[in-house]
């Protein structure tokens, strides 16, 4: 779900490089480190398995999250669901490997009581100095905020809705007239922009936020040259909420900041962990469901003559051309330049195929393209590369859900958005969800997929 704590990190009174690399740091210092202690304490040295589990828990928890301004409730759980997923991940992984049994079952039981519970300790023991340090007089920051308009007032209740962070909005600057200026910030405008350096000066302003829109350039160039002969910190806020920004995130790329605004979720220790649990999720349960699979293969061959696997080009990750396999469920099998889209009650598919198609059964062996590396289990659903190339030109940033490798299952689905898309309106409303998928991506919210998809397979009716 949407992370929650980014505008708070934003206005630490802290300095940001401390707190982000504690944060960073934190989480996997302390899963390690719990973990060599209780092996300690039961008397186990430090073997090769050990400090295989060590390393994999490093690189699924690093860098950790700054949980330092988040709520101590709301602490608790994002730790709580986090821990949970990495466990599952490693039980998955031991079973796997037949590894559990290297490990002493009393090390991994209160390893994992005492991780979590540590790790919000220590969360809400620096959460409380941090609070304490930015309330004492001497620590509080003055900010005042250049630009009077919809997105300087953003910026003004995020420093007021997280006052705890040590910085007090003093007021705006901006030359417009104040029938011009937003009806929240028109009582608090201390003067124009030209008066800006020097009150900053005056009253020992600490940090400056500038929200001009881009087309004010020379103006903020010059007001710039003019802060620049204070001591505050000076913070530029691009206007981007008319725009719709996927993963948005400030990157330094050699010395240069770069903004990025549209970005895939799966990066770094991410990538990681979306490939592991895709890899050890599908092994299980092909493994699980081969029986199943095996007598829907003899069903396809015996209700109409073809091939049991129907293969249709779809676009994946980046949009590169992968092929899908399903089971067949129709008469035809339509991979052309145009392809014509299921409807209810459609000639083309078999008895048995209508049956597959309900429940979904027919996408079951898209599970080795999983471990092919074409899909993921939760993702923005494949499309035919026809109907990519109708949609491409028709929805505004529709190729942007190819930044992720497609899914069998996505966040479209589970609210209503399978089977056809008859109306342009149809496609754009699944579209929305998967670039709402992209900007929210977490393991959480992968498994309330996955959880929401196994009810939609028994009691929804929309595919066919």
């Known amino acids: 779900m949407p992370d929650s704590t980014s505008s708070r990190r934003t206005f ?15 989480e996997p210092a302390i899963a390690v480190g719990v973990f060599l202690a209780v092996s300690a304490s039961f008397g186990q040295p430090i073997l090769r398995q050990d400090i295989v589990l060590a390393l994999f828990v490093v690189a699924l928890t690093f860098p950790g999250r700054n949980r330092f301004w988040d709520r ?66 001497q620590n509080r920051r003055r900010a005042v905020v250049v630009g009077a308009g919809p997105l300087g007032v953003k910026v ?42 020097e009150y900053v000066r005056a009253h020992g302003i600490h940090h400056v936020y500038i929200t001009l829109p881009l087309g004010s350039q020379p103006r903020i160039v010059e007001l710039m040259e003019k802060l620049q002969g204070t001591t505050a910190s000076i913070y530029y806020v691009p206007d981007v909420f008319g725009i719709s920004v996927i993963q ?58 073809g091939p049991v696997i129907f293969k249709q080009r779809r676009n994946g990750l980046d949009g590169e051309e992968i092929v899908v396999w399903k089971f067949r469920s129709m008469r035809t099998q339509d991979d052309g330049p145009v392809v014509v889209q299921a409807t209810r009650d459609d000639p083309r598919i078999t008895r048995f195929g209508a049956f597959l198609r309900r429940s979904s059964l027919d996408e079951l062996p898209q599970f080795f393209n999983v471990l092919q590396g074409r899909m993921s289990i939760v993702g923005p659903r494949p499309h035919a590369v026809a109907h990519n190339e109708e949609y491409r030109r028709l929805i505004k940033a529709y190729m942007v859900r190819h930044k992720v490798r497609p899914g069998i299952t996505g966040w479209a689905q589970i609210h209503g958005h399978r089977g056809e898309t008859d109306t342009l309106e149809k496609m754009q409303a699944r579209v929305e969800y998967d670039l709402s998928y992209l900007r929210n991506w977490s393991l959480l919210l992968d498994l309330q997929i996955i959880a929401r998809t196994v009810k939609l397979v028994f009691f929804d009716r929309r595919a066919y």
């Open 156 to 197: 003004a209740q995020a420093l007021r809705a997280f006052g705890g962070t040590g910085i007090d909005l003093v007021g705006y600057f901006d030359d417009r007239s104040d029938g011009r200026l937003h009806e929240q910030a028109s009582a608090l405008v201390l003067g124009r922009l030209g008066d800006t350096a």
């Open 248 to 305: 948005g995130r400030l990157q330094d790329m050699n010395g240069v900041p770069v903004v990025g605004l549209c970005d895939t979720p799966f990066t770094g220790s991410n990538l990681l962990l979306k490939r592991a649990s895709d890899i050890v999720l599908a092994s299980i349960i092909l493994l699980l469901i081969s029986p199943l699979m095996l007598a829907i293969a003899v069903g396809v061959k015996l209700s109409s003559p």
């Open 72 to 137: 101590p409730l709301n602490a608790a759980v994002d730790i709580g669901v986090s821990w949970l997923w990495l466990l599952a991940i490693l039980t998955l992984c031991g079973y796997a490997t037949q590894s559990l049994n290297l490990f002493d079952p009393r090390v991994l039981l209160w390893w994992a009581v005492l991780t979590p519970a540590l790790l919000w300790s220590l969360t809400f023991a620096t959460r409380k100095v941090l609070r304490h340090h930015a309330a004492q007089p």
């Open 12 to 26: 630490s009174s802290a300095p940001p490089s401390i707190t982000s690399a504690v944060g960073a740091l934190l």
